[in-house]
């Protein structure tokens, strides 16, 4: 008898110009901790980038059966990254990058009932690096992400292969799904701390990589209140060892450098999160809103080891509140209150030298101490507005 199947081929093409620019000015810190400019401000990158990606994809997809449907696709890629000093000073920053790949995928479904759906699949993907990493790669000159350009060693493109197995359904105003997934990184490409100062480093390729987890989500509602829940499992990790020079880790050798084996985990990627949003909607016009935020640790910038004595950014849990209130049918009054309890916590965190150790917090460079600079989350926040819509 006959199947059903479905065919598509396609292209696409993306194409974007980008133009950069950075002065900078030489000072001093004073007693009180302010700036003092010791020379004039002077021209340190003037940069044109251009890239180019096209994409030539094929997929073809079969219904074995009324209930079983498999999935076969393809997509060659290619980048090409074109790059261009307007200065003058720097002709070694010059240079064209080209990345090709054909990414293979294969899917199988399973549908039982309309209402419920099972699939497995593989697929390979590739990602370029971007103008940013290929121009911040050398260790011997650490870029200040991501405002240098400079002239350094090519980059391998990052190529990934997914396993995925899930399902999904719904029952009425009930929806839900569940994955679990290992994802493996040939050549990934990671921004490696130099550990002189908080913000500088270089882009690398460390090998492989392994992000592999659990994702559920489910959504519901009764009558006027509705619910929705996300979490997420992920186990990321570090397959490929390497040395790293990272001199305000706890763990260094003398020369500052810090060895990373296969199993560490990458660090600023929290192990668990949570989402959960509730809805109150007692009539058409008037909604209230409430959403739940909560990661578990992760690990710190500069410990890619996971042995500074500092340990891991800690867990925290943040409320925010919403509500809307039609007034008419194109105005609309609303209000949000983010951090409710005015929780204090960080969700990212980097090694570096502390250049102010002292009592006073006077700038002493030859007495800095290694500890974490904290990216440090917002306080309570409140806001009230009008919102009017035109047709």
Not at 59 to 64: H, K, R, S
Not at 90 to 101: A, I, T, W, Y
Not at 135 to 153: M, Q
Not at 317 to 346: P, S
């Amino acid at each position: 008898g006959t199947r059903k199947n479905q065919f598509v081929l396609g292209a696409s093409v993306d194409a974007g110009r980008a133009r950069y620019t950075q002065d900078s000015q030489p000072a001093d810190f004073d007693a009180g901790r302010g700036a003092i400019p010791t020379g004039d401000f002077e021209s340190e990158t003037d940069a044109k980038t251009r890239t180019r990606n096209l994409g030539l994809y094929v997929m073809d997809t079969l219904a074995l059966d009324e209930r079983w449907s498999l999935t076969a696709s393809g997509r060659y890629n290619r980048a090409r990254i074109g790059i261009r000093d307007q200065s003058g000073a720097n002709p070694d920053l010059d240079g064209d990058h080209e990345f090709r790949r054909f990414n293979p995928a294969l899917g199988l479904t399973f549908n039982p009932t309309p209402a419920l759906t099972a699939y497995a699949s593989y697929n390979e993907g590739m990602r370029a690096p971007t103008a940013a990493e290929l121009t911040c790669a050398d260790p011997a000159a650490p870029c200040k992400l991501p405002n240098s350009f400079l002239a350094d060693p090519p980059l391998k493109k990052v190529v990934a292969h997914t396993i995925e197995l899930g399902a999904r359904g719904r029952d009425g105003d009930t929806r839900w799904s569940a994955a679990v997934y290992r994802t493996e990184l040939t050549d990934d490409i990671q921004f490696v701390s130099s550990g002189n100062a908080i913000n500088a480093g270089y882009f690398r390729n460390v090998g492989k990589t392994r992000r592999q987890g659990l994702e559920l989500t489910g959504s519901s509602k009764w009558g006027p209140v509705g619910a929705t829940l996300r979490y997420s499992l992920i186990d990321a990790s570090f397959r490929s060892g390497f040395i790293e020079h990272s001199p305000a880790n706890s763990s260094a050798d003398a020369n500052g450098d810090i060895v990373i084996a296969p199993g560490d985990r990458i660090p600023s990627v929290p192990r668990q999160s949570l989402r959960v949003r509730l809805d109150i909607e007692p009539t058409e016009a008037l909604s209230f809103g409430a959403n739940v935020v909560a990661n578990s640790r992760s690990g710190i910038r500069g410990d890619e080891n996971n042995r500074d004595v500092n340990g891991a950014v800690g867990g925290y849990t943040v409320v925010n509140l919403d509500a809307r209130w039609r007034l008419t049918k194109h105005v609309e009054l609303f209000g949000r209150v983010d951090n409710v309890f005015n929780r204090e916590y960080a969700n990212f965190a980097v090694l570096g030298r502390n250049a102010f150790p002292n009592a006073t917090k006077s700038f002493d460079p030859a007495n800095a101490t290694a500890e974490p600079f904290y990216g440090l989350g917002a306080p309570r926040g409140a806001w009230v507005g009008v919102r009017v819509e035109w047709e």
